[in-house]
């Protein structure tokens, strides 16, 4: 079993920046691969982006650009730094842990799901 423990979240005015952060405990955190997962009122869960343990990331369309992920294995931690914040961006965000093999862009890859931490943007 792993537990994510995501932290970070708040509001923000358009422009700003957030750093989300995502603790993980349990099993090798090292060996699996990381995804951060948005979902907005109304609207499906959407990949973010995520992480290999090799630290190879890979986003989606509405993080290239703007957001960063990166971890540490050794605090057992992944973070998403995201910049140019825009109200577009509002939703609560997701951490979660999958086996180390491909991209991870689809959610039920994804063997283990942080709680979310919810994310305003102001306009």
């Known amino acids: 079993q792993v537990q994510l423990v995501e932290s970070g979240g708040g509001l923000v005015q358009a422009g700003g920046s957030l750093r989300l952060s995502c603790v993980a405990s349990g099993r090798t955190f090292s060996s699996y691969a990381m995804g951060w997962f948005r979902q907005a009122p109304g609207k499906e869960r959407e990949f973010v982006g995520s992480?290999?343990?090799?630290?190879?990331?890979y986003y989606g369309g509405s993080a290239k650009g703007r957001f960063t992920i990166s971890r540490d294995n050794a605090k057992n931690t992944v973070w998403l730094q995201m910049n140019s914040l825009e109200p577009e961006d509002t939703a609560v965000y997701y951490c979660?842990?999958?086996?180390?093999?491909?991209?991870?862009?689809?959610?039920?890859?994804?063997?283990?799901w942080g709680q979310g931490t919810q994310v305003t943007v102001s306009s």
């Open positions: 979660a842990a999958k086996d180390p093999v491909g991209v991870g862009a689809l959610a039920h890859e994804y063997d283990y």
């Open positions: 992480i290999r343990w090799t630290s190879s990331t």
